[in-house]
């Protein structure tokens, strides 16, 4: 089994920051990939960002160049780092892993975080 925990978030200003942590433990021989998503009221979940082992990193085109992904690989955790948020990037933020659980695995496992409450409002 493995847990996903998440901290950070909050409310904050249109055109402050955040800091968004995700902290991946329990049965972990590698994670090939770990991503933020979000769902506002009424919409539905999409991807923020998803970047794998060697680095690639995707944003979604709403948050390019604002938000930053990036991992620790020693602590197996992820992090977001937003700034110039706006009133449009208010949501849960959750963070999603991909797990080979032990050497023996033959296919991953896909685990989710808590979730979080990002608002961004003046």
């Known amino acids: 089994q493995v847990q996903l925990v998440q901290s950070g978030g909050g409310l904050v200003q249109p055109g402050g920051s955040l800091r968004l942590s995700c902290a991946a433990s329990?049965?972990?021989?590698?994670?090939?990939?770990m991503g933020w998503y979000r769902q506002a009221p009424g919409k539905q979940r999409e991807l923020v960002a998803s970047i794998i082992r060697d680095g690639n990193t995707i944003y979604t085109d709403s948050v390019k160049g604002r938000f930053t992904a990036s991992t620790d690989i020693a602590k197996n955790a992820l992090y977001l780092q937003m700034n110039s948020l706006k009133l449009e990037d208010t949501a849960v933020y959750y963070c999603?892993?991909?797990?080979?659980?032990?050497?023996?695995?033959?296919?991953?496992?896909?685990?989710w975080g808590q979730g979080t409450q990002v608002t961004v409002s003046s």
């Open positions: 329990g049965s972990i021989f590698r994670i090939n990939r």
């Open positions: 999603n892993a991909e797990v080979l659980e032990t050497i023996t695995t033959l296919a991953p496992r896909y685990y």
